[in-house]
Antibody
Framework: QVQLLQSGAEVKKPGASVKISCKAS????????IQWVRQAPGQGLEWMGW????????RYSQKFQGRVTISGDTSASTAYMELSGLRSEDTAVYFC??????????WGQGTLVTVSS | SLELTQSPSMSVSPGQTATITCSGD??????TSWYQQRPGQSPILVVY???KRPSGIPERFSGSTSGDTASLTISGTQAMDEADYYC?????????FGAGTKLTVL
């Protein structure tokens, strides 16, 4: 069965960076892009970007361009999302998800990132 | 950029039909997906490619599109269907989500 297992909660100070991992299992990691989505407290879903592990290509939302780096390690079947220049507004749950047939068919459990001084 | 509009909330009685809508310019240009999210949980895909249902999703969930509006219909709504529902589509090289509809079953 397809599973996406994310790393644990993080607490960061403003201006710092955070890197979250998403380990995939149950399918061929290279064959599907991994998407990243975040959800601020009480808010909706916000797409951040993706990585294609098969060719390492990435695409980012304009909102996060320059602050986010998404990567994939095929040897570990793991994708990563690093967000820099953290501010309080970046406090959110961050999800990874697999892109299936024009949809996000499997999701990780989410990683809470808290930005606080 | 494309904005997807959903009603913030709606309520339905158990056993009745709930229809959640999502509208946006050019929505019909690409497939629409729908996700269910219960409090404290990850989203779950309930409809993809406008009207297809993933394995394991009950038959009471169905999707459709007409022009610039996509709809998620839950027939015979159950208490366990109480959740937030988000529509999603692709536009101009980005994935876009609606703001979500909170469905209350009472």
């Amino acid at each position: 069965q397809v599973q996406l297992l994310q790393s644990g909660a993080e607490v960061k100070k403003p201006g710092a960076s955070v890197k979250i991992s998403c380990k995939a299992s149950g399918y061929t990691f290279n064959s599907y892009t991994i998407q990243w989505v975040r959800q601020a407290p009480g808010q909706g879903l916000e797409w951040m970007g993706w990585v294609n592990p098969g060719n390492t290509k990435t695409r980012y939302s304009q909102k996060f361009q320059g602050r986010v780096t998404i990567s994939g390690d095929t040897s570990a079947s793991t994708a990563y999302m690093e967000l820099s220049g953290l501010r309080s507004e970046d406090t959110a749950v961050y999800f990874c998800a697999r892109l299936g047939s024009s949809c996000f068919d499997f999701w990780g459990q989410g990683t809470l990132v808290t930005v606080s001084s | 950029s494309l904005e997807l509009t959903q009603s913030p909330s709606m309520s339905v009685s158990p056993g009745q039909t709930a229809t959640i809508t999502c509208s946006g310019d050019k929505l019909g240009n690409y497939f629409t997906s729908w996700y269910q999210q219960r409090p404290g949980q990850s989203p779950i895909l309930v409809v993809y490619q406008d009207s297809k249902r993933p394995s394991g999703i009950p038959e009471r969930f169905s999707g459709s599109t007409s022009g610039d509006t996509a709809s998620l219909t839950i027939s015979g709504t159950q208490a366990m269907d109480e959740a937030d529902y988000y529509c999603q589509t692709w536009d101009n090289s980005a994935w876009v989500f609606g703001a979500g509809t909170k469905l209350t079953v009472l």
